[in-house]
């Protein structure tokens, strides 16, 4: 679960980037419960999926040309220029630079050296996410990636993070990670390397988020239901939980999870 969102190098903001907001925020009301709040005219659409009032993630249009629906992590930062600076010298690419957002904060968007798409909040009048761990909100993030030592010593050089292998069988490794300093209490997220199969039949490298739920099952009955598209069937994660991958009704990919120690 999700400890470090109040550190330098912990995710502490999510959005999804679609070609249809009020379509998505319907697929994702009707799936989680969640209610959509407007950020103003101003925002060109974008507005905040909240639970009991209290912010959870983010919607918005797609707004880089060739894009496609995909949710954003946000990794906090002190300072996002020097994270840009950083994210080029350690082999990645500035997908837009550092730019303020009125008096919120100030982001910028990369793109590590295997493909994945992230993004930084310099957090000022708007610190992050208000709610998470809780059920029907952001528990734990995953990279899917094509060279996951690559990724590791990305990561490792921008963010500082720690990380520590865990093996899960013959050829298989998942390495959590967390911010410098925090140990395995602070472990966030998760890096696992896509295999090869998988890479044959065009899988791309790709951060997407866990949503707590209180039954993996229904919650995937019904997002089916309202058009979304199963790539892993709920299954049995020992220690962990029930968990499932889905698509979104536009092909943004996310999952779910009720855990254990939930």
Same mark, same amino acid.
């Given at each position: ?23 998505? &925020? ?10 959509? #709040? ?10 905040? =999926? ?47 630079? %550092? ?31 208000? *709610? ?39 050829? &298989? ?5 967390? %911010? ?28 997407? %988020? ?9 919650? *995937?009955?019904?997002? #089916? ?14 220690? &962990? ?5 889905? =698509? ?15």
């Amino acid at each position: 679960m999700l400890t470090s969102t109040n550190v330098p190098g912990g995710p502490n903001w999510l959005d999804l980037g679609t070609p249809d907001i009020d379509a998505a &925020v319907a697929f994702y009301e009707g799936t989680f419960g969640w209610q959509f #709040q407007s950020a103003g005219p101003e925002a060109g659409g974008y507005g905040f =999926l909240q639970k009991d009032g209290k912010t959870l993630a983010a919607v918005g249009p797609l707004t880089e040309e060739g894009a496609s629906s995909a949710w954003t992590v946000y990794f906090r930062t002190l300072d996002a220029d020097a994270t840009a600076k950083a994210v080029e010298q350690a082999g990645g690419t500035v997908r837009f630079p %550092p730019t303020d957002i009125f008096t919120e904060g100030r982001m910028a968007g990369f793109t590590d050296p295997a493909g994945a798409e992230f993004a930084v909040w310099e957090a000022r009048d708007m610190d992050g996410l208000e *709610v998470v761990n809780e059920p029907r909100t952001l528990s734990w993030i995953e990279l899917y990636t094509t060279d996951a030592a690559a990724a590791k010593d990305f990561y490792r050089a921008v963010l500082s993070w720690e990380m520590r292998d865990m093996p899960m069988g013959p050829d &298989v490794v998942y390495t959590i990670a967390g %911010p410098a300093g925090g140990g395995e209490a602070t472990m966030h997220g998760g890096i696992m390397q896509l295999p090869a199969e998988h890479m044959q039949r065009g899988s791309s490298s790709e951060w997407h %988020p866990y949503f707590e739920v209180e039954n993996c099952d229904t919650v *995937v009955a019904r997002a #089916q239901e309202l058009g979304a598209t199963v790539i892993i069937p709920a299954v049995d994660a020992d220690g &962990v939980g029930r968990l499932a991958m889905l =698509l979104d009704p536009f092909g943004a990919p996310f999952a779910v999870i009720t855990s254990e120690t939930a």
